[in-house]
Each structure stands twice: as structure tokens, then as C-alpha cells.
């Protein structure tokens, strides 16, 4: 079955910053292409990532266990993850495994860029 | 007089990641023609993925087997696979500074149902029996 369900956006912000935009169904099937982006992210050498859920229609734990290991990963490198515009049909697993309490919310990407700059984020 | 048996609707789906997304289809479909609202559609998907991806981590092979009884006051579904069997009574979140990365799906399937039974058994692998009923 050839469906891939999902599309990972990035932008690059800085040398250590990037936004990525997670857009479709992120789940038990898709969530590696997410950690698979973000990881080749990290190993250039981002540390602090906005990731963008405007358009994601769907995240289930596996889609949890991804962002968490992302933000162990950055964390680990003095760096931090926001969540950016996080829709209610995706908000219920992250406040149902209490995970929302451990990422940074914001409504936009600017919020979010100005948000890990002031983290320590080099400036564009 | 006896009551009319309620409608069944079966799927069997291969146990691997990507026909997932048809039990869920299915799910909605199903949830949708009981005229549930989209927030109880959405629990549902959810839950029915958790339950799937659960089968899949621990049976790895085979099929799994999800039954939707459409009761009158309630959806009851059933998620079954053949494998290994796991220790239902140990995944626990801990809003801790470190935070877990795997073991949360049977803690949203918890979260979203009215009733959640699960047997689990090394011969006859998993059952994820699962509720939801109408809001009053």
C-alpha cells in the first residue's frame, strides 16, 4: 500500500534553529518519516525546532513517543522544542498523557522562532 | 420476547502499520452512521488506532480482528490479535522531568472509552474490548 499519509515541511531559521510543519495523519505508519526529518535536522546541527501542527489532521502515541524523543534529543543539546497552533482534534492525546505540560505552546511560527531565540537560538 | 441482535460490522486487517488508517476509516464510517458527534468519532479513531498499533508492537504477525457491535446505546468494539499477550496493568504516565516515550496507548484507549476490558493471554494473544456510549 503505497499511501503515505503525511509531509514533513522545513525551513531552516539560523544555524541551530529550524520550523518544521507537520501536515496529514502522524501515526504508528508515519511518525518514523517525522523522526527520520527531524533526526537529519539534529545531526546538522539544530537544536531548537517550532514544530508546526496547523495541519496536522491526526497524532497518536507513536506521534507522542516521536516528539518526546525529540525533545530528550535537543534537550540533551541545551536546545528546546515549541509546538506551534496546536489544533484540539490532536491537543486531547497530548493533555490526556499529560505530555502538553512539557512543551512550550505558541499560536504562531513567529511566536515560537522569537520564543527559541530568546532560549538561546541564534537570531536569523 | 428476545431483543433484536444488534448489528455487526467485522474488518480483518493485516498487523502492520500502514492499514491502520482503514480501521480508522472504518471506525468513523461505523461511528458516523450511529449519528455519534465528531468529538466521540474522533476518541474512537483514536482509540481504535491505540488498540491497533498496540497489536501490531506486540503481535507483529498474523491479522488483527476488529468486531463494531452497534448497539442501541452504544458502540462496543473489540480489537484482536494473535501474538504474545503483555502485562495489561503495567504502562503508567508519569508527568515526570523525564518523560516516557512508548506505553501510552493503552492510557488514551482508557482515557476516551466508557469501558475498556482487556484480555491478554501468551497462547491466544490480545483482546481490547472497548465502549462508547451515546451522551445523554
Known amino acids: 500500500m503505497e499511501t503515505m499519509q503525511i509531509e514533513i515541511r522545513s525551513r531552516r531559521v539560523s544555524p541551530n534553529l529550524a520550523v518544521v510543519q507537520v501536515i496529514g495523519e502522524c501515526d504508528v505508519y508515519t511518525a518514523p518519516k517525522f523522526r527520520e526529518a527531524v533526526d537529519r535536522l539534529i545531526e546538522d546541527g539544530v537544536t531548537f525546532l517550532a514544530i508546526n501542527l496547523t495541519k496536522t489532521e491526526y497524532l497518536d502515541s ?7 524523543r525529540t525533545l530528550k534529543r535537543v534537550r540533551e543539546r541545551e536546545g528546546d522544542v515549541d509546538l506551534v497552533n496546536v489544533p484540539d482534534r490532536v491537543r486531547r492525546p497530548l493533555e490526556i498523557t499529560h505530555l502538553i505540560d512539557i512543551f512550550t505552546l505558541t499560536n504562531t511560527e513567529d511566536e515560537a522562532v522569537a520564543d527559541l531565540i530568546k532560549k538561546g537560538a541564534t537570531e536569523p | ?22 480501521a480508522r476509516l472504518t471506525i468513523s464510517a ?28 506486540h503481535a507483529a504477525e498474523g491479522d488483527i480482528d476488529i468486531i ?10 473489540s480489537v484482536k490479535d494473535c501474538g504474545i499477550g503483555f502485562d495489561p496493568s503495567a504502562p503508567r504516565v508519569e508527568p515526570a522531568e523525564e518523560p516516557p516515550v512508548g506505553g501510552l496507548g493503552l492510557i488514551i484507549i482508557q482515557a476516551l472509552m466508557d469501558d475498556v476490558q482487556i484480555h491478554s ?5 490480545t483482546e481490547v474490548r472497548m465502549v462508547k456510549r451515546f451522551q445523554k
Do not use: H, W
Request: hydrophobic share 45%; proline share 10%.
Open chain 2, 1 to 22: 420476547m428476545t431483543s433484536p441482535v444488534p448489528p455487526t460490522i467485522a474488518l480483518r486487517i493485516p498487523c502492520s502499520p500502514e492499514y491502520v488508517s482503514v
Open chain 1, 62 to 68: 507513536t506521534a507522542l513517543g516521536a516528539l518526546v
Open chain 2, 68 to 77: 463494531c457491535t452497534m448497539e442501541p446505546d452504544q458502540l462496543v468494539l
Open chain 2, 30 to 57: 461505523v461511528a458516523s452512521r450511529m449519528n455519534f458527534g465528531i468529538d466521540d468519532i474522533d476518541d474512537l479513531k483514536l482509540a481504535v488506532g491505540e488498540a491497533c498499533a498496540n497489536a501490531i508492537e
Open chain 2, 121 to 125: 493471554d501468551p497462547q491466544r494473544g
